[in-house]
């Protein structure tokens, strides 16, 4: 019968009085030794109760295939590659994985469940019973409504002022699919008209901002709607020049060579030209980047209910500064031809519920 070496027994009582590292380094450095002196028959069970320490504790939850390697309570994601290079060991199933995030918002009673490095996802209640009932962090003013009469569902950000941005099915996803309240009307929307001999009607709210058919009228309980013209929103041209290009949802860019829609109005105004504030407000952003070149956007508050903005790109330097407060006609910048562009111009933009729109129904050029 085989047994080992007594100088192999000195050496585990040494790394007794070392260091963890030292004495996972010189553990390894022993089996290591002992299995190619082909003692590995006796080893393997020795090996697992020297490193017990460090034996691998796979978990995961019953609604995620995500699987994670427990280690001093700090669960660490695995990716496919890594537990097959472990063997593929079993995993336990377990209510919860530390650090998982929990959500619920005031428009339905969902839990959102999101553990570290997964996606969002919507507890059953036997999931929520399972992880021990947690309390979520409540968003008791914000939520999720879709219109009774549309397609359209809004993400709200402030259900008591109405404000909100319309939510496209992958951001809905990346919230885990919460459940959302269905609703005929959302504060503050609007039905208008852009002139009173027109049959079109428009919607305007946090959902969505469009022209609605005459069934979808029918279905928001035929709300009258009121003359819209470009006059109501109070703005001024930034520049005094020429539409050199109109906005467009597909226009052959200039510069990039596909089709890329023009969310704004292109004025053929020289560079240097100051920039009007198109109406009072305050900047809400400054930037540089490599499509708007310099650009500010303004936030206008509530104008007819809804939240408003303009944007002004392709700026020669930095415009005035993000928190400064403008008034009507006050010089935010001066046109360039920097970003994206191929000679000076203004690209401005008029962004209602921070969607962008056609500049000429919201003022006159
Ligand atoms: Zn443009």
């Not at 000195?10 to 390894?28: H, Y």
């Not at 209640?125 to 569902?153: C, D, H, M, T, V």
Request: a positive charge.
């Amino acid at each position: 019968m085989l047994r080992p070496p007594t100088r192999f027994l000195k050496g585990i009582r040494l790394i007794m009085f070392s260091s963890p590292q030292t004495r996972r380094f010189a553990r390894t450095a022993a089996v290591t030794a002992l299995v190619a002196s082909g003692l590995a028959t006796t080893i393997i069970p020795a090996k697992a109760a020297i490193l017990g320490s460090q034996a691998v504790d796979i978990i995961k939850v019953s609604y995620s295939g995500k699987l994670y390697n427990l280690q001093n309570g700090v669960p660490d994601l695995l990716v496919f590659s890594e537990w097959a290079a472990m063997g593929y060991p079993a995993a336990r199933t377990v209510g919860q994985i530390p650090g998982t995030v929990y959500k619920t918002w005031a428009t339905s009673p969902d839990i959102i469940a999101t553990p570290p490095g997964d996606s969002p996802h919507k507890l059953t209640f036997a999931e929520w019973n399972a992880a021990g009932q947690p309390a979520p962090i409540r968003y008791s003013n914000e939520g999720f409504i879709k219109l009774s009469w549309a397609p359209e569902i809004a993400r709200m950000t402030n259900l008591q002022t109405g404000a909100g941005v319309p939510l496209s099915f992958a951001q809905w996803g990346s919230y885990g699919f919460p459940s959302y309240k269905v609703q005929q009307r959302i504060t503050g929307d609007q039905f208008y008209k852009l002139s009173a001999s027109s049959p079109d009607i428009y919607y305007a709210g946090p959902a969505v901002n469009r022209k609605i058919t005459l069934a979808e009228w029918v279905g928001a309980g035929k709300p009258t709607p009121y003359v819209r013209t470009s006059s109501a929103w109070g703005l001024i041209k930034p520049v005094d020049a020429r539409v050199t290009s109109e906005f467009s949802l597909a226009r052959m860019h200039p510069t990039l060579g596909y089709i890329r829609p023009h969310l704004g109005i292109d004025l053929g105004a020289s560079c240097g030209t100051p920039i009007k504030a198109s109406r009072a407000g305050v900047i809400s952003s400054s930037t540089y980047d490599s499509g708007g070149g310099y650009s500010v956007t303004i936030s206008h508050g509530i104008v007819n209910g809804v939240p408003l903005y303009t944007r002004y790109l392709h700026m020669r330097a930095p415009g005035l500064a993000s928190g400064t407060r403008v008034n009507q006609g006050t010089i935010v910048g001066y046109v360039g031809t920097t970003g994206s562009s191929t000679g000076c111009h203004l690209h401005f933009e008029v962004k209602p519920n921070n969607q962008a729109q056609n500049p000429r129904n919201y003022l006159t050029f």
